[in-house]
């Protein structure tokens, strides 16, 4: 992603670009089974650890399988929104055509044209 070129844009935009560049580079998604690292917890000052407190577990197979059935209900809108879109845009398109359409209707301008004798038209 470091291999954009933004010489040409005003500053404020390639401020703008390198902003959201590095917030796509700060949250990467990390691929399917890998662990998040995590930012190491504070151990409390007084030196005593809680005995009862569990060992963070890696994501079980269950755990995934939510996380994909979430990003697929996603995707499933996103798909249902680009058809609406994409239906909209058809139905728009349509209407213009129709308007057009109904704009142009053959006429017969040629009708109200004579028919003149060589010697009556003017040479320029």
Excluded at 61 to 68: E, N, P, S
Excluded at 69 to 78: F, G, I, N, S, T
Excluded at 83 to 102: L, S
């Amino acid at each position: 992603m470091s291999n954009i070129n933004t010489e040409g844009l005003p500053p404020e935009m390639q401020a703008r670009i390198a902003e959201i560049i590095e917030k796509a580079k700060a949250s990467a998604v990390q691929p399917v089974g890998s662990v998040p690292v995590q930012a190491p917890q504070q151990q409390p000052q007084q030196g005593l650890t809680n005995p009862g407190a569990l060992a963070p577990r890696p994501p079980s197979l269950m755990d995934h399988i939510i996380a994909l059935r979430q990003e697929v209900a996603d995707l499933r809108q996103q798909v249902h929104a680009s058809g609406q879109v994409t239906e909209a845009v058809g139905n728009a398109v349509g209407q213009m055509y129709q308007m057009f359409q109904q704009q142009t209707e053959p006429s017969s301008y040629s009708a109200n044209f004579q028919e003149a004798q060589p010697s009556q038209v003017d040479d320029f």
